[in-house]
């Protein structure tokens, strides 16, 4: 089967071409490997990155057990000097936060290793982060993300995540919320809202559901077990959540990464948490959302060329899989 599909959300067009293998074992060539390595995560070794900016504790424990730290290597930097005027190219200096979320004092790799109550804990250091960075007033934009594995672009495996903060909004996603904005004012619903009423409509793609959360392999899924989690009513702000709604995310989260592991034990994968821009404008189109994107496929010169991913498993396929994990 190959089918043209489009993405309400991210606007793009995948080609779901389950012809070229239902069989994702086939395009295991990046899951990681465990390398005992010289950890600056690790408890004990607090000395060796810059000072935190936040921690939090477990009850009834003494130690953190998350902690917040500057990027030791940042992409962006609130002292970025402006760049030379000697280009007529567009440019613009660095100025942003790069931050780490360190998930546990301890070496393990995955956040499914963690008890629930430290995984709702590493959830509210992402909205407490986020909330601060808005604050601020100096940045346009902030994102969460969980790099795991080599291939999925990290570089140390003890459980971690980035958030970083930008002058600018990013212009794909400025291109995002446009089309988002016109199809709220031309629908008074945002297309998030949408596209899990959509999904829950015909729950093949379904993974997993609770009182507020949906969690779905989506329609125009870009690789073999991308997974969105969304949120069943309007929410505009991640940062917002409360605590009851971190704690039952948290555990979602968790779930769904441990069908995940379950399947391909190990698989490199993107976590990336999407919240409203930081300006004051009104967002009610906005509508937060969680994107999982497993690196079992290479991107390659289709995909680099024309922005168009070919997806070889089906999402109803691995919406089944994945439930049946
Ligand atoms: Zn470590």
């Not at 070229?20 to 070794?45: A, H």
């Not at 290793?113 to 992402?126: D, G, K, P």
């Not at 407490?128 to 994102?143: H, N, S």
């Not at 967002?283 to 168009?308: M, N, Q, S, V």
Request: with cysteine; proline share 8%.
């Amino acid at each position: 089967m190959s089918e043209y599909r489009h993405d309400l959300v991210t606007g793009q067009w995948v080609i779901v071409a389950s012809n070229r293998g239902e069989r994702p074992d086939e395009f295991v060539e990046t899951v990681f490997e465990r390398i005992n390595q010289d950890c600056p995560f690790c408890s004990g070794r607090e000395d060796d990155t810059p000072p935190e900016v936040a921690r939090y504790q477990l009850r009834r424990t003494k130690g953190w057990q998350v902690r917040v730290v500057p990027n030791k290597y940042p992409a962006v930097t609130t002292s970025a000097p402006p760049p030379p005027p000697t280009l007529s190219l567009p440019a613009q200096s660095g100025f942003g936060v790069h931050e780490v979320v360190i998930e546990s004092p301890e070496h393990v790799t995955s956040l499914t290793e963690l008890s629930a109550e430290a995984t709702t804990l590493v959830f509210r250091a992402y909205a407490d982060r986020l909330a601060a960075l808005r604050k601020r007033g100096d940045l346009a934009y902030g994102v969460v993300f969980k790099n795991v594995g080599a291939s999925a672009g990290a570089s140390l495996e003890h459980v971690h995540s980035q958030v970083l903060a930008t002058a600018l909004v990013p212009p794909p996603i400025e291109q995002r919320l446009a089309r988002w904005q016109q199809e709220f004012q031309r629908t008074d619903s945002s297309v998030l809202l949408r596209f899990i009423q959509e999904e829950l409509a015909q729950p093949q793609r379904v993974i997993q559901q609770t009182d507020n959360f949906a969690a779905v392999c989506p329609f125009a899924s870009r690789v073999p077990y991308e997974m969105r989690i969304v949120p069943l009513a309007p929410r505009v702000y991640f940062e917002q959540s409360t605590a009851a709604e971190l704690d039952e995310l948290a555990k979602l989260v968790r779930d769904v990464l441990t069908r995940l592991e379950q399947i391909t034990n190990r698989m490199a994968y993107n976590l990336i948490i999407h919240t409203a821009p930081f300006d004051s404008a009104p967002h009610d189109y906005y509508h937060w959302h969680i994107e999982i994107l497993p690196r079992l496929t290479r991107a390659a010169g289709f995909e680099w060329g024309t922005g168009c991913f070919i997806n070889p498993l089906t999402p109803e396929n691995a919406a089944q899989r994945l439930r049946d994990a």
